[in-house]
């Protein structure tokens, strides 16, 4: 196991009985592990092992749970569990459990309560833990039951979050393509929920999830207990991180009452097309330092952090001499540049 960096252990199950038998969660998860294995430009992002239970490969609790056991027992910024198969909700204890082909006839297999206390006892040894669950009753995962009143109250250790298909008495829905929300984590998982500079948190992968189920049925299941989030997958920028470095320089403070400013004037110096400006101004010669500032803040504004001000567009903004400002989303992206708290 790498220490000091990320893993993750990805069991998929397909070969039960043939009264039982699954057909997706073997592709499910081998396409999970592609996505954690590298990050977007192909550099290596975590260290993957997969255990796939199919008919000419079967894996046993004792093999899976070996490897869960290794991987919490390192030292890791980030460790990962995935997995999808049956899923037995054990009655009296609530004990949810991932069954394997060997213990199919007993109802026996990995009992998750012990996956959650291995993460639960890694911290901060393993500084995030992520654990992802696409079988039926996931949404019981992290939970005890109370004997008193059948409540339950929460078990779910600092430094841990949970990602399931499925509340504790529903069905995760599989498609011709696979697991319902593994599909979804999937697409989060290539750049769907990356913010601007293309990292993938689990908060962002859940959003996206969340926001693609209905109000009725099967409903994912988030849960957390973090100080701070963590990057699963580095995706592409969707801006040139040096653009959102210029934020201050371009909107800096205001030295009379020390507040940002949130305008930039601009004038037709910045625009270095010269096709359809009025007349007046066509003999006016664009300066490059201008037009090299312009191109970041039009950059900005296609991605929602600054928006031309009195105006219908940037090049209007420009040759009419008005300016841009920044958005919600532009000020919060130049504080955290100023306050030098932007993590790249």
Same mark, same amino acid.
């Given at each position: 196991?790498?220490?000091?960096?990320?893993?993750?252990?990805?069991?998929?199950?397909?070969?039960?009985?043939?009264?039982?038998?699954?057909y997706g969660c073997c592709t499910d998860a081998e396409r999970v592990a592609k996505q954690l294995a590298h990050n977007d430009d192909g550099t290596k992002n975590m260290h993957v092992v997969p255990h796939l239970s199919i008919v000419q490969?079967?894996?046993?609790?004792?093999?899976?749970?070996?490897?869960?056991?290794?991987?919490?027992?390192?030292?890791?910024?980030?460790?990962?569990?995935?997995?999808?198969?049956?899923?037995?909700?054990?009655?009296?204890?609530?004990?949810?459990?991932?069954?394997?082909?060997?213990?199919?006839?007993?109802?026996?297999?990995?009992?998750?309560?012990?996956?959650?206390?291995?993460?639960?006892?890694?911290?901060?040894?393993?500084? &995030? &833990?992520?654990?992802?669950?696409?079988?039926?009753?996931?949404?019981?995962?992290?939970?005890?039951?109370?004997?008193?009143?059948?409540?339950?109250?929460?078990?779910?250790?600092?430094?841990?979050?949970?990602?399931?298909?499925?509340?504790?008495?529903?069905?995760?829905?599989?498609?011709?393509?696979?697991?319902?929300?593994?599909?979804?984590?999937?697409?989060?998982?290539?750049? &769907?929920?990356?913010?601007?500079?293309?990292?993938?948190?689990?908060?962002?992968?859940?959003?996206?999830?969340?926001?693609?189920?209905?109000?009725?049925?099967?409903?994912?299941?988030?849960?957390?207990?973090? &100080?701070?989030?963590?990057?699963?997958?580095?995706?592409?920028?969707?801006?040139?991180?040096?653009?959102?470095?210029?934020?201050?320089?371009?909107?800096?403070?205001?030295?009379?009452?020390?507040?940002?400013?949130?305008?930039?004037?601009?004038?037709?110096?910045?625009?270095?097309?010269?096709?359809?400006?009025?007349?007046?101004?066509?003999d006016i010669p664009p300066v490059p330092e201008l037009t090299a500032i312009f191109a970041g803040l039009q950059a900005c504004n296609r991605h929602g952090l600054v928006v031309p001000h009195d105006a219908e567009h940037m090049y209007y903004?420009?040759?009419?001499?008005?300016?841009?400002?920044?958005?919600?989303?532009?000020?919060?992206?130049?504080?955290?540049?100023?306050?030098?708290?932007?993590?790249?």
């Amino acid at each position: 196991m790498l220490e000091n960096d990320k893993a993750a252990v990805v069991v998929g199950i397909d070969h039960y009985s043939q009264r039982n038998m699954l057909y997706g969660c073997c592709t499910d998860a081998e396409r999970v592990a592609k996505q954690l294995a590298h990050n977007d430009d192909g550099t290596k992002n975590m260290h993957v092992v997969p255990h796939l239970s199919i008919v000419q490969s079967q894996v046993a609790q004792d093999a899976i749970m070996e490897s869960i056991e290794e991987m919490f027992a390192s030292t890791l910024k980030c460790a990962v569990v995935y997995l999808a198969g049956h899923s037995a909700l054990h009655t009296r204890s609530g004990d949810l459990i991932l069954v394997t082909p060997d213990g199919e006839k007993r109802g026996q297999g990995i009992r998750l309560n012990e996956v959650m206390s291995l993460a639960n006892e890694a911290f901060p040894r393993v500084q &995030s &833990s992520i654990i992802l669950i696409d079988t039926c009753h996931s949404g019981a995962f992290g939970e005890v039951q109370k004997a008193t009143n059948n409540a339950t109250s929460s078990l779910i250790g600092e430094g841990v979050t949970v990602l399931a298909a499925s509340g504790r008495k529903q069905s995760a829905r599989e498609s011709s393509e696979g697991g319902v929300f593994t599909n979804l984590m999937v697409e989060a998982l290539k750049g &769907s929920a990356a913010d601007l500079l293309g990292r993938v948190t689990p908060a962002a992968v859940y959003s996206f999830i969340d926001q693609n189920f209905g109000a009725v049925g099967q409903r994912p299941v988030y849960k957390a207990n973090v &100080s701070r989030f963590t990057s699963l997958r580095q995706c592409k920028p969707q801006i040139d991180i040096q653009y959102l470095l210029d934020l201050p320089k371009w909107f800096p403070v205001d030295v009379e009452d020390a507040n940002m400013q949130d305008f930039h004037a601009l004038d037709e110096r910045y625009e270095p097309n010269r096709d359809n400006v009025p007349a007046e101004i066509i003999d006016i010669p664009p300066v490059p330092e201008l037009t090299a500032i312009f191109a970041g803040l039009q950059a900005c504004n296609r991605h929602g952090l600054v928006v031309p001000h009195d105006a219908e567009h940037m090049y209007y903004a420009a040759i009419k001499r008005k300016g841009c400002k920044l958005t919600p989303l532009g000020r919060h992206y130049r504080n955290l540049v100023a306050r030098e708290q932007l993590m790249t």
